[in-house]
């Protein structure tokens, strides 16, 4: 996979692409992560990638010539690959693991970070996906966009070390995970549930379904609503 971030400031992106499991997948080749400054597509001796909106109001907008600029950059130095171009914006569609599984899928990825108050309107007709990281306002889109690339590599194949792992995360089954336990057996006088100890694999496994339902059920019921729950789910939920 090919991923561009358009950025004012690309080393912020250093830190957490260079760590761990996302460093790991660029050093293998599985993914190629290119930064393009869109500075040096900034007008007059300054640079000046902003302007004040026409019709007056507070804040500075993005001008639309430096994104266009930098996107045919980028199609100029790839025009072979299928682009999938995904605005940074509070307004956009809330990210999620169904949209982070759908990315994992794309050939060529390319993320556009604003900073101040917003963008130019015309800067819309140059992408595919208009996405926000949450109900919150960042400073730019430089953080939604990292969170946005971890969540979507650590799904590309052979960057898990244990493939069944992304399969059973929280959100990818549509219900949160179900408690985990590792040794030691007891600590502190808490137990690890029997039912984990004593291998029969169909008992785990109906015990695992009924934790994250209960859990799904009392901390996200909003999730519940797009499961599929069998009748024996909703017996146990009425419970
Ligand atoms: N830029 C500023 N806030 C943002 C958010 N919540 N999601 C995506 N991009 C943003």
């Known amino acids: 996979m090919k991923i561009d971030v358009v950025t004012l400031f690309p080393e912020m992106f250093d830190g957490p692409l260079g760590h761990s499991i996302v460093k790991r997948a660029i050093e293998k080749d599985i993914v190629e992560v290119n930064k393009v400054n869109f500075r040096q597509f900034g007008k007059g001796k300054h640079q000046v990638v902003d302007d004040t909106p026409y019709g007056g109001g507070a804040g500075m907008l993005l001008k639309p010539e430096p994104l266009f600029e930098a996107m045919d950059s980028i199609n100029e130095r790839d025009p072979?690959?299928?682009k999938r171009v995904i605005l940074m914006d509070p307004a956009g569609k809330p990210f999620n693991q169904a949209m982070a599984e759908d990315f994992a899928e794309e050939e060529h990825l390319v993320f556009l970070c604003g900073h101040y108050e917003g963008y130019d309107e015309r800067i819309r007709t140059l992408v595919t996906d208009e996405v926000s990281l949450g109900d919150y306002v960042l400073t730019g889109g430089e953080l939604a966009a990292m969170?946005?690339?971890d969540a979507t590599v650590r799904l590309l194949p052979e960057v898990l070390g244990n493939a069944a792992s992304a399969q059973t995360d929280s959100h990818s089954s549509g219900?949160?995970?179900h408690p985990?336990?590792?040794?030691p057996a007891e600590y502190k006088g808490m137990k690890v549930p029997e039912v984990l100890m004593n291998g029969n694999h169909g008992l785990i496994e109906a015990w695992r379904h009924e934790e994250s339902l209960k859990r799904t059920f009392e901390r996200r019921p909003d999730m519940l609503?797009?499961?599929d729950l069998s009748d024996r789910d909703k017996a146990l939920i009425e419970k």
């Open 80 to 82: 072979e690959t299928k």
């Open 180 to 183: 985990h336990y590792t040794r």
């Open 175 to 177: 219900l949160l995970e």
């Open 147 to 149: 969170v946005m690339i």
């Open 225 to 227: 609503e797009a499961y």
